[in-house]
Nanobody, 123 residues
């Protein structure tokens, strides 16, 4: 059974930082591309960042470019999202997802999803 478990969310002031983690089990992690998406209640889920199985290809949404960094540790079956210079508009539930294939910004191309972790940025 595939499980993706996010952690690291919380409340932070604008300008602060958080690091999200997503621990994967039940799959051959090193063969999966990983993505981070976020969703505000009442709105569609949106792409944040994605990384290929090797880490050689990385993509970011324009809204987070230069502030967020996605990385992975295949030995630990974990993907990370380092979030710096956080803004109130980054407030959302953050989800990690796994895709057997290349990194993608398209939500429907991902096979497995975590339950999400909440990030709240106060102004």
């Amino acid at each position: 059974q595939v499980q993706l478990v996010e952690s690291g969310g919380g409340l932070v002031q604008a300008g602060g930082s958080l690091r999200l983690s997503c621990a994967a089990s039940g799959l051959t992690f090193r063969t999966y591309a990983m993505g981070w998406f976020r969703q505000v209640p009442g709105k569609d889920r949106e792409f944040v960042a994605a990384i290929s199985w090797s880490g050689g290809s990385i993509y970011y949404a324009d809204s987070v470019k230069g502030r967020f960094t996605i990385s992975r540790d295949n030995a630990k079956n974990t993907v990370y999202l380092q979030m710096n210079i956080l803004k109130p508009e980054d407030t959302a539930d953050y989800y990690c997802a796994a895709r057997l294939g290349s990194a993608s910004s398209t939500e429907r191309q991902y096979n497995y999803w975590g339950q999400g972790t909440q990030v709240t940025v106060s102004s």
